[in-house]
């Protein structure tokens, strides 16, 4: 993870945000390399979702009537249990901080508590279960973290019982800073898309099953923030929730299921690095009758990029009981009206581009100029997420090469996001590009000013092969839009 996060620094993908104040945490922001390829990103999902005829966009604000979040149940609901040290104040997400403990100190543990039961020889993945038996029974939880030093100062017996915290970020509108003008940041785009249901169908004149697209920031003032940008308390989003009749509702979890792995795989991540993740009955969410979530291998084990829920029709009807308005649809044949169940799709935008960042990091063996090897880092990005798609180079600065050079980046730089780079060993200048992912290298040589024919690198393969000059917008076209 270290490897990765200071590629991401050093190559402007992700800074720390208000660094030269020592940072906020669990606030991260994009560079110019990042921003490109989280933009990239957005626009294959937005491709990917929208260009169909059966979904539309919405860019709904970030700021809701307070009743939205009411309704969906995230003022009551939206809580994690936390527990403070009473000694150095620090604050931890209580399944946080059981998580973070290895097999060995959980079983010391789970042998303080019951020594009769777990003094014996058990292996770790019966400790593992055994253990997250404890933590849900709240006697046995309050038992362990009495034996648990605070992982800040050391102490034990310094936890304060476990209280439920919300993670919403609250503010306010207007001048008079009251609990009538309190609003929060939403914590997830989904909202938007409910209370926007009716406006959208008739404004696209859309009929059962549709859906509605959306891509924004969310915020969650998330306890624990951890491991680069996997939990923040800012990100971003990227949902669409698919509107269909009750009875339908198994036929396209299924298929948005099938949609949403497909995606992930035809930007290049790793199908061995992939796996889904089915929520036991008992630990679905309460509006949800079925969720699967897509989960990718970090370097600190599997964590989820995307989830795929049923969520019932409980948002609208619980929208339709707190604002008084239908929000029925109406069946074609039968003009029976029903509520629409949803299949929603949510993906991190912030997730997935830390998912792509580590899917695409390699290293291997590359030739040098004096004829050795040299371990080479290569971000080995798919070409429609690599932030710079071609690099352009004069081999030397003189014999009319850089004019040369500088001809084909003007070019080729209306279609395509090009980078010229004339300093330095030409070697030295392709590792630059390989640690950013540039698919294309193209190099201009002494054999260009007699036939006009370029050098084009290919990033993964290092083969080269000599292109037309007069070609090389048509060859990129091809290889790159
Ligand atoms: N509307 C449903 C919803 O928000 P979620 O599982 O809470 O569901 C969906 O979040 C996705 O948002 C997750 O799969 C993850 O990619 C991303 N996400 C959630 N919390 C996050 C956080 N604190 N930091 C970064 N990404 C987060």
């Not at 029925?328 to 935008?349: C, H, L, M, N, W």
């Amino acid at each position: 993870m270290d490897t990765i996060v200071s590629l991401a620094k050093r190559r402007g993908f992700v800074f720390q945000s208000s660094e030269i104040y020592g940072g906020l945490n669990g606030c991260w922001d994009y560079g110019p390399m990042g921003v490109e390829m989280l933009n990239n990103l957005k626009a294959q999902w937005w491709q990917h979702m929208t260009y169909r005829e059966n979904v539309e966009g919405l860019d709904a604000s970030i700021l809701m009537h307070p009743r939205v979040w009411e309704a969906s149940g995230h003022v009551e609901n939206f809580t994690d249990p936390m527990v403070d040290c009473r000694q150095c104040k620090s604050r931890f997400r209580l399944d946080v901080l059981f998580e973070d403990i290895s097999a060995k100190r959980k079983k010391d543990l789970l042998k303080e508590i019951e020594p009769e039961k777990f003094s014996a020889r058990v292996s770790d993945e019966e400790i593992v279960a055994a253990f997250e038996t404890a933590v849900a029974d709240p006697s046995l939880a309050a038992r362990m973290l009495a034996a648990l030093p605070c992982p800040t100062c050391g102490n034990r017996s310094t936890f304060t019982d476990a209280r439920r915290f919300n993670l919403m970020f609250k503010t306010f509108v207007g001048p008079v800073e009251d609990s009538s003008a309190v609003v929060f940041l939403r914590p997830e785009t989904a909202q938007g898309i409910f209370v926007n249901f009716l406006n959208v169908q008739s404004a696209g004149r859309q009929k059962i099953p549709f859906g509605i697209a959306q891509i924004g920031k969310a915020f969650r003032n998330e306890i624990n923030t951890k491991n680069f940008l996997f939990r923040t308390r800012e990100f971003e989003q990227m949902e669409m929730q698919f509107f269909v009749k009750p009875g339908t509702d198994d036929h396209w979890f299924e298929y948005w299921r099938a949609e949403r792995l497909a995606w992930f795989s035809s930007l290049g991540m790793k199908p061995e690095k992939l796996r889904w993740h089915r929520h036991e009955p008992g630990s679905l969410a309460h509006y949800a009758k079925d969720a699967y979530d897509i989960e990718y291998q970090f370097p600190f084990g599997w964590g989820e990029i995307e989830g795929i829920h049923n969520r019932t029709d409980y948002d609208l009807s619980r929208h339709e009981e707190f604002s008084g308005k239908s929000l029925k649809a109406q069946d074609e044949s039968s003009k029976e009206r029903f509520t629409p169940y949803v299949i929603e799709t949510s993906a991190g935008a912030s997730r997935s581009f830390m998912a792509f960042l580590i899917d695409a990091y390699h290293e291997d063996q590359a030739p040098t100029g004096e004829g050795t090897v040299e371990t080479r880092v290569v971000l080995r990005l798919h070409p429609k997420l690599a932030p710079m798609k071609i690099a352009i180079f004069p081999l030397v600065n003189r014999d009319g090469m850089p004019e040369f050079a500088r001809a084909i980046e003007k070019e080729l730089r209306p279609s395509f996001r090009v980078f010229y780079d004339d300093s330095g060993a030409v070697g030295r200048r392709y590792r630059r590009q390989d640690e950013i992912g540039t698919p294309f290298c193209v190099t201009v040589d002494s054999q260009t000013l007699t036939d006009q024919t370029v050098t084009v690198r290919d990033r993964d393969s290092m083969a080269q092969e000599r292109v037309s000059a007069s070609q090389l917008r048509a060859y990129f076209i091809g290889r790159l839009l």
